[in-house]
T-cell receptor, first 114, second 115 residues
């Protein structure tokens, strides 16, 4: 298995533009998590899905952020409109044993909003 | 809420020396504790977990961690550090909310192993 695949690896966009981050989880993993990593706030859980259904989105910063999982092999995190404070590394992780704390993370998308 | 604290932003150790990366936890109920490692420009990788049983748990790459209930600690250790161990290390705890499926991570500790 190729692991959790995220795209793009790097994204630079102008303030106000829409940004879409993509994630392909490991086949057979029924949980998918989106995390954001910044120097100031560390790793924050934004939202997670179980069997394509959003379970907890309490970490989503505001209405500018939205996430979808249309099928078991694909998820998107969208920011519209983007702001400079959204600059961070966004990680996607998947798991089939979340209760055991075993996640597989993707390599992340480094987002820079200028 | 469940939480973990990593008191050191950075730990410096010479290659061949033992290393310890500290973590303390605050939980209600039995703690489920974890260590992850992040190499530059990579995602986090699972190292080891403590759920129950022996207080000394062994993980990947020669790492181990010691669970201490009285001190509410879960320190990561390795007997002999390698330069390639230089990375960012995260302690994590399983959160009680929404069916125990979420991990809450500490702020991370950067380990720097010098040759």
């Amino acid at each position: 298995d190729a692991g959790v695949i995220q795209s793009p690896r790097h994204e630079v966009t102008e303030m106000g533009q829409e940004v879409t981050l993509r994630c392909k989880p490991i086949s057979g993993h029924d949980y998918l998590f989106w995390y954001r990593q910044t120097m100031m706030r560390g790793l924050e859980l934004l939202i997670y899905f179980n069997n394509n259904v959003p379970i907890d989105d309490s970490g989503m910063p505001e209405d500018r952020f939205s996430a979808k999982m249309p099928n078991a092999s694909f998820s998107t995190l969208k920011i519209q409109p983007s702001e400079p404070r959204d600059s961070a590394v966004y990680f996607c992780a998947s798991s089939n044993k979340p209760g055991l704390g075993i996640y597989t993370f993707g390599s992340g998308t480094r987002l820079t909003v200028v | 809420a469940q939480s973990v604290a990593q008191p050191e932003d950075q730990v410096n150790v010479a290659e061949g020396n033992p290393l310890t990366v500290k973590c303390t936890y605050s939980v209600s109920g039995n703690p489920y504790l974890f260590w992850y490692v992040q190499y530059p420009n990579r995602g986090l990788q699972f190292l080891l977990k403590y759920i129950t049983g022996d207080n000394l748990v062994k993980g990947s790459y020669g790492f181990e961690a010691e669970f201490n209930k009285s001190q509410t600690s879960f320190h990561l250790k390795k007997p002999s550090a390698l330069v390639s161990d230089s990375a960012l290390y995260f302690c994590a705890v399983r959160d009680r909310g929404t069916g125990f499926q979420k991990l809450v991570f500490g702020t991370g500790t950067r380990l720097l192993v010098s040759p």
